[in-house]
């Protein structure tokens, strides 16, 4: 995949010029690693700068995968050697950074697993909605001995409450839809024959409104609700001097001896299987 | 209107010297306009000076509206040229602000439309109860390309959190009861026949505790979660600046066409009529 | 109790070297004084320094009471005059931040009353799970002209928002299970015959994860979540002022003359007899 043209792993469909689906396509995992990065980039890239877009859902063609953890097969350097993106940070905070400062409202439709970089991007939407029977939360990096990077202790904290994200990330557990709803992990969750009825309307409804007052309101709930760089930036510091260490090495060797990246059901049971590991 | 005596738009019932009943008084929507703002400013003060109040509810007297939009007849000149409050903000965010800073416990008792002002308002308040039938909250504002000024950005976005405020915000939809309170955004929600009823009991209850513990209670409460002053006066800006704008001069005229401050369906179905609009 | 060897109030059972019990046993109704203090600090010192301990879970040996509210027997100089601990605070603020701040996952698993002092432990700790048909939480001063001391004011708010945190303070309700997870005062509700197993589930699952990564994780919530000292101190200041205070003398009288501290009754339908003093 270095040479010649990269695999498509985001694509765009327009359903308006004010109205766009931005679509995961990386079977059979939707893992998330370093060739997605300049993809997603020109999707925020977008969201900052298209004079006619108001609203984006973020959803995927890959079933029971929303979005997934970071790929682990790549060498780290890989991810550490790209260039930080304009907030100054690297590439991941600096683009989940930028989805939230975007003048354009971003929604998150999860109807498969949302771990990890899934879960993290979908926080860092400005509203996420989920399949009740589909969706799967989790922030499972602490079963991996690893600090998650992508800024959901803030994120997650703020939406949620101290009491609840200490349970997701302490635990890694899965969150199903419906306790996801229950903990304002999501907005709400529906029926999986219903979700893509009730966000496309939603989604419509945003495209007629006004893109001035849209962008002033976004505005002034930032002021009040986002993280500044400096809040987000150590998570990621922690996250990669995590991935360094022996403790973690050792149980991604381990999930990788289970099938981590190959075998569907460690992938789709991965809460189970990272409460499995010897320690 | 402008001269005699200004009609009655707001009531006081004293239920006993520490509990009294604010009620909205204005047929047939409930709408706030320039007239009512000296009409609050009395209760406000009363809140801040009255040695005996130590709980309030706000209610309504007509029927389907606990109190909605503000008035678009007057000139907006009626509103701009107004004297600023105590706090240097002008009269809305200013009486707000003093709501929540008042040493007195304050409730909002929904079972009709709060929409616009009625949801800032009732934001502003320590507390919020619904009727589960009859309450639909909103800040319907987008829907008319205006950015609403109360400051529900800052206040709705820290009570529900970033994403479920970015919705309500963002859509502009009509949230009933049971969904209101499952964002958060009342306290609890109640069958409408019993609302009235937990409220009193509520209230008298609170009215027969100490004032100096329940002000030096709020006063704690206050300072951790308050909005400064400079969180909320730049969406009253924002409001002012976004009336004055072609977009919403238009969609107001088409809202006016079909029938806004006078036919009782575009009132009740806001929400819905604003998804009409052509864009 | 002065002399000889102290009544043990408070035992740990270890469940393993990396999981704890820590368990009330102040039998009958699991008040909390100036004895509790020098035993709790055991605990906390522990969370503090002990390098295999990773999670603790808070709970009774006392049916019906989880832990409840300050010994109003000994003279308040009791209290008063112990030495601060090392934040500088006072004993109680002092160890409750210490909680937060430990490199240790705290989880409050309440099947009784959780009042006051219960409260103000649960809310510091790092999560809470209650019985549904066992828990009664609340902070009960406001009904004895009290301010409370332990941070509530602080904590809840950030938890549950301003508006269900203000209900709970000013009307000094017990609140049952299954409305403190609807208002997110507990991360869930649980049937009494369940709680235990999924308490024992989680932190044992936690138990097995690496301590490094559990530290660092919370390190980054408590960023993004914790009060700061000089947030909470003034509210221990605040209660020891109220206490003081007539109207706080009179109200804490009539309970006594009820029987505060001896009937099971009053302690048990705390919330109720609060409501009956004439003021």
């Known amino acids: 995949m270095n040479s010649g043209t990269p695999k498509q792993l985001i694509r765009i469909e327009q359903r308006n010029p004010a109205y766009w689906r931005v679509i995961f396509d990386n079977p059979p995992f939707n893992i998330f690693g370093p060739e997605s990065m300049p993809q997603l980039n020109l999707v925020v890239n977008a969201l900052e700068t298209d004079?006619?877009?108001?609203?984006?859902?973020?959803?995927?063609?890959?079933?029971?995968?929303?979005?997934?953890?970071?790929?682990?097969?790549?060498?780290?350097?890989?991810?550490?050697?790209?260039?930080?993106?304009?907030t100054g940070m690297p590439p991941l905070p600096d683009m989940l950074a930028r989805i939230g400062r975007a003048p354009v409202v971003s929604i998150a439709m999860i109807q498969g697993r949302a771990t990890g970089v899934g879960s993290e991007l979908a926080l860092a939407s400005d509203m996420r909605f989920a399949s009740r029977e589909k969706a799967l939360l989790s922030q499972w990096e602490v079963g991996a001995a690893l600090v998650p990077g992508g800024g959901p202790m803030y994120r997650l904290s703020r939406l949620?409450?101290?009491?609840?994200?200490?349970?997701?990330?302490?635990?890694?557990?899965?969150?199903?839809?419906?306790?996801?709803?229950?903990?304002?992990?999501?907005?709400?969750?529906?029926?999986?024959?219903?979700?893509d009825a009730f966000v496309d309307t939603l989604a419509l409804r945003i495209s007629t409104f006004d893109k001035e007052a849209l962008a002033a309101i976004k505005h002034q709930v930032n002021a009040a609700t986002l993280p500044r760089d400096a809040d987000v930036a150590p998570e990621w510091d922690a996250f990669i001097a995590s991935v360094g260490r022996p403790q973690a090495q050792e149980k991604i060797a381990q999930l990788m001896q289970m099938g981590l990246q190959k075998n569907h059901d460690v992938e789709a049971r991965l809460g189970y299987y990272t409460g499995t590991l010897s320690h």
Not at 58 to 66: G, L, Q, R, T
């Open 51 to 86: 004079s006619k877009l108001k609203v984006v859902v973020f959803e995927s063609a890959v079933p029971d995968f929303f979005l997934t953890h970071y790929d682990f097969v790549p060498p780290l350097e890989a991810t550490t050697s790209m260039p930080p993106g304009p």
């Open 160 to 195: 949620i409450g101290r009491g609840r994200a200490l349970e997701v990330l302490t635990s890694g557990n899965d969150i199903g839809g419906e306790l996801a709803e229950r903990y304002g992990y999501v907005n709400r969750a529906f029926p999986d024959a219903e979700l």
